[in-house]
Nanobody
Framework: QVQLVESGGGLVQAGGSLRLSCTAS????????MGWFRQAPGKEREFVAR????????YYADSVKGRFTISKDNAKKTVYLQMNSLKPEDTAVYYC??????WGQGTQVTVSS
């Protein structure tokens, strides 16, 4: 199976930046789409961004487009989410995903006003 571990969350002020990392171990498939989701208290988990593991195609939710950038390092089996111009509404637990079957433990991002 594939294990995913996120890191890089924390507390920042509005307008600040954070970079999240997600490192995969175990079986890895080149066809997997890697992505980030987030879940705020009392809300459903929502899509944030995705990237093809080998294709390099990226796609973003409208709410983060222009502010967040997803990237990857295949040699390190790591996916990143660079988050700039953070807003309080970005506050959530952020989860890394591989395809639809594998999820990380989540990392908390809190953006203060």
């Amino acid at each position: 199976q594939v294990q995913l571990v996120e890191s890089g969350g924390g507390l920042v002020q509005a307008g600040g930046s954070l970079r999240l990392s997600c490192t995969a171990s175990g079986r890895t498939f080149s066809s997997y789409i890697m992505g980030w989701f987030r879940q705020a208290p009392g809300k459903e988990r929502e899509f944030v961004a995705r990237i093809g593991w080998t294709g390099g195609s990226t796609y973003y939710a409208d709410s983060v487009k222009g502010r967040f950038t997803i990237s990857k390092d295949n040699a390190k089996k790591t996916v990143y989410l660079q988050m700039n111009s953070l807003k309080p509404e970005d506050t959530a637990v952020y989860y890394c995903a591989a395809g639809s079957d594998f999820w990380g433990q989540g990392t908390q991002v809190t953006v203060s006003s």
